[in-house]
C-alpha cells in the first residue's frame, strides 16, 4: 500500500477526516460537514487593445485565498475559444488540485472568447477551405483571415502583462487551444516560444493554408533548436477513418517533433479514435494537465525512505521544471507526515516533514501542534511542550492546544 | 466525409455560424459574438427528510429554458458524494449537450452533498476497515456504518418525488457514485432496480464487511434475472499494482455480470491504469455518459439515405432505450438538413427533415421558413410562398422572411 493511495483511500473512508477534526478544530469527531456548493465564478474583464483596436472580454478565475499563505501566487492556463472550454479547464484544475486529490497546482485560469475566430486564430491569409476550395466572394467567412500573429501580439504585449499586473501570478504559463486554437498555440511555440511554459494543442487544423504550419515547423525544426517547452497535441476520430486529415496531419507533426534534433522539449501525443473533433476537448485537456504535471506529487516509496530531504528534492526539482519556488501545501505535507506516524520506523521522518511545515508556515499553530504531537509519541516531552506553547502562542484561544499543553506536562 | 464530422468542422470554422446568422437573425453576416460567461448555478433546497431524520441540503442544476419548447422536461443524474462530483457531472452534462457536440440530451443533475457518509454509504453495518482491521473502539469510523438501504429508501421516497414533483422531470433517471457511492449505486441495482434507469460505479469498494455485496450479486444474478437497465463500472491504479483488492474485485465483478444469464442488462467494464481513486471519476463519469447515451446522436450515413423515416427510426429507437418520447432538437434537425441541401442528391431528404422539424415546432417561424427555402431550392416556389407566409405569420416582423417572400413572388 502506497502512501498515496493510502491517503485517498482513508480519505475516502473518513479516517482522515477524522484525523484533522481532531486536531484542527476544537469541534472534535463526528462535526456535520456543511457543504457550500461554490461555482467556477471568475472574474469578467473588459480589456481595451490597441494592437486588436477593439475591446475584448476575459474570463479569469482565481483559486480561493490560502489564509495561510496571503501572498500566494499562481501559475497562469490561457485558453483560446474561452466561451467554449473555458469553465471545463476551470472546474479540472479546481478539482485536480484539490488537497485529496493533488495531481496539478492551484491555477489562474484565463478564458479569451472570440470577437472574429477567423481573423484571430489563423496565422496566414488564405481563402481556400478545408477540402482545398478557394472561396473568393465577398461574404467569404474566409476572408478576415490572417490575423493571428497581431492576435499572439496582443496576448503577449497587452492580455499578459495585464493579468500579471492585475493577478497574484507566478511565471509558468499554460497556452491552451482546440482547432483553429490548436494552430495558435502551436504557432506561438514555434514563432515566440518564450511566451508560454507548456502549449496544448487538440485536434490542430494543419489543413490550414496548404499545411502552412507543419511547413513552418519543418524549417524551425530543422535547425537543431533548443525548447525547453512542454507540448501535449491530440487528434481524434474526425474522418470516418485513420485516413483523415486530421490524423494524417498530426501523425507529420509528431514524427517532425520526434525525429528532430530538439533539445529539452517534453511532449506527448494522444490519439483518441473514440472521440469526434468536439468532444476530444474533454479528454484531452485533462490528459494535457496530467502530463504537464506529470511528477506533481510526492512520489510512493518506502515510508522509511521518505523524509525531508527527499521532499526537499522533490520541490527542488518541481522548482526547476516550472522556472520558480515551489511550496509545498501545509495540508500536503502534513497529510504525508501523519501517514508516516502509523507506519513502523517512520517516525523520525514524520518529525522531519512536520519541520518543513514549521519552516514554511511559521505563522501555523497547527504545524507546531502537530510537530509537538510526533514528538510526544517520540517520547520527548520537552520537545513536544515547547512546540505545544509555540503553537499556543500562535493562537491562544485553541483549547485543544491547551489540552494537550496540560496533558504533555502532567506526564512530566 | 460524414455529416457529423462535416457540421462539426463547419462550426469549428464559423460556416454554420454563417449559415444561421444569415437564417436566424436580423443582423446578418459578421456580427461580432458577445459571449457572456454562465456559470453551474444550481438550485440548493433543503429537504427535512423523515427516512433519515435531518435536514439534506441538495443542489439541482437545470438546464437554460428552451423558448421553442416552454414544457421540455429532462432525464435526470443522482450523483452521491455531491461536494465532490457534482459541478464535474454538470459542466460535463452541459457540454455534452450542445448543439455542436451533441452526444447526450440535457439533464437535470442532482448533487447529494454527504452528512454522514459511512452511514449512508454502507450496505451493512461492519466495524472492518480495508485491511481486515476491526476497529470496535467506541470513537471508530465505521461505528455508524449500515444505514445504506436506509439511504436508498430516503432518496426513492422522498428525493425522487420531490425532485418530480418541483421540475420537469422525464422518467428516464442515472445513479452515479464512487468508491462508497459506487457500492450505494450497485446495491441499489441488485436490490430496487426500477429506482432508476443506468447505474454508474466508479471503483466501487466491493472490499466492504468481507466482499458483502460481491456475494449478493453473485446470489442474485443466479437466478438468471430480467434486468433491463444500464450499468458502467471500472477501477483504476489504486493499489501500485493489478493485484489490487479494487482490480480483483472489480475482475470479479464482471465476470459475475458476463457470465450470468441476465437478460437486458446492458453493461461495461473500463480498467483505467493511469489514474489513481481520486483523479479516475474525471475519465470515469465521462465515459458512463458516453456509454450510456452511446447512439445519441443521428447515426452517419450516406446523405442519399437520411430521411425522414431514418430520422425518425432513429427517435423511436432511443425513445424505447430511454422510456419516453424523445423530440430532436430543432437545431440538430436542421442543421444536419442545411447540409444534406448542399449534398447532390439529397434534397429530397433535407425537406424530409425539414418538414419533421414543422411538425415538431409548428411555432417556429425558422422551422417554415427553412423548408420555404428547400422548396426554392427544388424549384417549387409556390410551396416556398406558402411556407414563407406561414413563417412570417408567426413572425409578422421579420425582414429576413419578407425579403424571401418578396424574392420568391418576383420570380414567378
Chains 1, 2 share one sequence.
Request: net charge positive.
Amino acid at each position: 500500500m502506497t502512501h498515496r493511495n493510502w491517503l485517498t483511500r482513508h480519505f475516502r473512508n473518513n479516517n482522515i477526516i477524522y484525523i484533522l477534526l481532531l486536531l484542527l478544530t476544537p469541534k472534535g469527531l463526528f462535526a456535520q460537514t456543511d457543504p457550500v456548493f461554490k461555482p467556477i465564478a471568475p472574474d469578467i474583464i473588459k480589456l481595451s487593445s490597441k494592437v486588436l483596436d477593439e475591446d475584448r472580454k476575459i474570463y479569469i478565475y482565481v483559486p480561493p485565498a490560502d489564509t495561510l499563505m496571503p501572498g500566494k501566487r499562481y501559475p497562469v492556463l490561457y485558453v483560446l475559444d474561452g466561451d467554449n472550454h473555458f469553465s471545463m479547464l476551470a472546474e479540472y484544475c479546481r478539482y485536480l488540485s484539490r488537497w485529496d486529490v493533488n495531481v496539478t497546482p492551484e491555477m489562474i485560469i484565463v478564458g479569451i472568447p472570440n470577437t472574429n475566430r477567423t481573423r484571430d486564430l489563423t496565422p496566414t491569409h488564405s481563402v481556400v477551405d478545408y477540402y482545398g476550395k478557394p472561396d473568393t466572394s465577398s461574404k467569404s467567412w474566409l476572408k478576415p483571415s490572417g490575423g493571428g500573429n497581431n492576435f499572439l501580439k496582443f496576448i503577449s504585449s497587452e492580455l499578459i502583462p495585464y493579468v500579471d499586473a492585475h493577478y497574484k501570478t507566478e511565471p509558468f504559463r499554460i497556452f491552451a487551444g482546440h482547432s483553429f486554437g490548436g494552430i495558435t498555440t502551436i504557432n506561438c511555440l514555434l514563432t515566440q516560444p518564450d511566451t508560454f511554459g507548456a502549449y496544448i494543442a487538440i485536434s490542430p487544423s494543419f489543413w490550414w493554408d496548404k499545411e502552412y504550419l507543419l511547413n513552418l515547423a519543418d524549417k524551425k525544426l530543422k535547425t537543431n533548436p533548443v525548447i525547453n517547452k512542454m507540448i501535449f497535441y491530440s487528434d481524434a476520430n474526425e474522418g470516418g477513418s485513420d485516413k483523415s486529415t486530421f490524423h494524417v496531419n498530426l501523425l507529420k507533426f509528431d514524427s517532425l517533433i520526434t525525429q528532430s534534433k530538439i533539445t529539452g522539449l517534453d511532449h506527448k501525443y494522444v490519439y483518441y479514435p473514440e472521440e469526434i473533433h468536439m468532444t476530444e476537448p474533454v479528454k484531452g485537456y485533462y490528459d494535457a494537465l496530467r502530463f504537464i504535471y506529470k511528477q506533481w506529487d510526492l512520489p510512493d516509496m518506502d515510508p522509511k525512505l521518505l523524509n525531508a530531504s527527499v521532499v526537499k528534492q522533490h520541490y527542488q526539482q518541481l522548482s526547476a521544471r516550472y522556472g520558480y519556488a515551489i511550496i509545498p501545501t501545509e495540508l500536503n505535507i502534513s497529510n504525508t507526515a501523519m501517514y508516516l506516524m502509523t507506519q513502523p520506523g517512520a517516525l523520525d521522518n514524520a518529525i522531519s516533514l512536520f519541520e518543513i511545515n514549521a519552516e514554511n508556515y511559521p505563522a501555523s499553530s497547527t504545524a507546531f501542534s502537530q510537530l509537538g504531537d510526533a514528538y510526544l509519541k517520540k517520547g520527548n516531552r520537552s520537545k513536544a511542550i515547547t512546540y505545544y506553547k509555540k503553537a499556543l502562542a500562535l493562537n491562544p484561544g485553541l483549547q485543544s492546544i491547551k489540552a494537550k499543553l496540560t496533558s504533555a506536562s502532567e506526564k512530566r
